[in-house]
């Protein structure tokens, strides 16, 4: 629903006169709104200033043009704002269209995989071609494996659940960004717990935590080791951890890439905020997930070391049942 321009404002007052590290919990679909109705407001401000100008008035008489044009001379720029706007459009396209693709890849996939099994049973045939045709099947389940999540990842929010496992969303978030790891040659590590208890919250959207998380973690490395490195490494931990007497989960999140400068890091959680070139990063990704882990009330940080690592943490609260089992 468009907003009118009374409360538009009211919000944007809002949001300009609350602290820095409060930005992040507003909502990221209402950032999008904001974004669209601010370029929306400018545009119609400059024409109507264009206007005032050329009849020869004077736009600072009018306390409205005066009042947001000054606060929206303090904010990010139209041209990025519409970039911003642009990248998020661009997004929900490649999810539409990953989802129709995913879908296609399904049927010759399964026929592939038919196939595959058929020759790797028939006996007749020899011990190499039954063993190509078992070798087949495994890579075919696993491609089939990547198009369930990746249209998973795509589809609507599912609903909230109290039985979560922290090792089922790091396994479907590795098998989403494996091609990638494994084409960067980033070696990566894994050490969970078996005996994590379960959490609450919507598994998509810590997914999409994880998954935004990863990706960052490749981009670091990809920007320290250009050529093959031993130490293009990728860290996965997840632990039981209890903080302020609550039980939870602590995944760990680590790689050996540029890291963060000290007089920067503060800021990585702001909205639009991003350390990557010009077009290729859109500045809501850390800010949305740390958004959706104050959702869960968990908590998201991250320490680093430049030129040696940068290591993100998110504690998640465990299930009331596990919690009552812990205190049991």
């Known amino acids: 629903m468009k907003q009118s321009s009374a409360d538009l404002r009211k919000r944007v007052n809002q949001i300009l006169e609350i602290a820095p590290e409060q930005v992040v919990q507003i909502p990221g679909e209402e950032i999008q709104l904001l974004i669209r109705e601010l370029v929306a407001v ?3 401000l400059a024409e109507k200033t264009q206007i005032l100008e050329s009849n020869g008035r004077d736009r600072s008489r009018n306390p ?3 009042d947001i044009s000054n606060r ?6 139209q041209s990025q704002l519409a970039a911003q706007l642009q990248q998020a459009q661009k997004l929900e396209a490649i999810g539409t269209l990953a989802s129709g693709v995913a879908h296609e890849i399904n049927n010759p996939l399964a026929a592939i995989l038919n196939f595959a099994e058929l020759i790797s049973e028939e006996q007749e045939n020899s011990e190499s071609s039954r063993d190509y045709a078992t070798r087949i099947v495994a890579e075919t389940k696993r491609v089939a494996d990547i198009v369930r999540n990746l249209l998973a990842f795509t589809q609507p929010e599912s609903k909230d659940s109290c039985g979560l496992q922290i090792s089922e969303l790091i396994v479907t978030s590795l098998s989403l960004v494996h091609t990638m790891l494994c084409k960067d040659l980033i070696e990566v590590f894994i050490d969970v717990n078996d005996e994590l ?3 609450c919250g919507n598994g998509q959207k810590i997914q999409q935590v994880l998954v935004n998380l ?4 490749r981009d670091a490395l990809n920007e320290k080791h250009v050529e093959p490195d031993k130490d293009k490494l990728l860290l996965i931990n997840a632990k039981s951890e209890l903080r ?8 760990e999140i680590e790689d050996h890439g540029a890291g963060i400068e ?3 890091i503060h800021r990585i959680f702001d909205p639009f905020f991003s350390t990557k070139p010009h077009g290729q990063g859109s500045g809501l990704g850390l800010s949305i997930s740390y958004n959706i882990i104050k959702q869960h009330q968990g908590e998201l940080t991250v320490e680093s070391l430049p030129g040696q690592y940068t290591r993100f943490q998110i504690w998640l609260p465990a299930a009331l049942k596990a919690q009552d089992n812990a205190t049991e």
Do not use: Y
Request: net charge positive.
């Open 42 to 44: 400018h545009t119609r």
């Open 64 to 66: 409205l043009v005066n």
């Open 214 to 217: 990863l990706t960052n973690a």
């Open 262 to 264: 000290r007089d920067i």
């Open 197 to 199: 208890p379960p959490v």
């Open 72 to 77: 929206h001379s303090s904010l990010v720029p």
């Open 244 to 251: 302020k007497e609550q039980p939870g989960v602590v995944i």
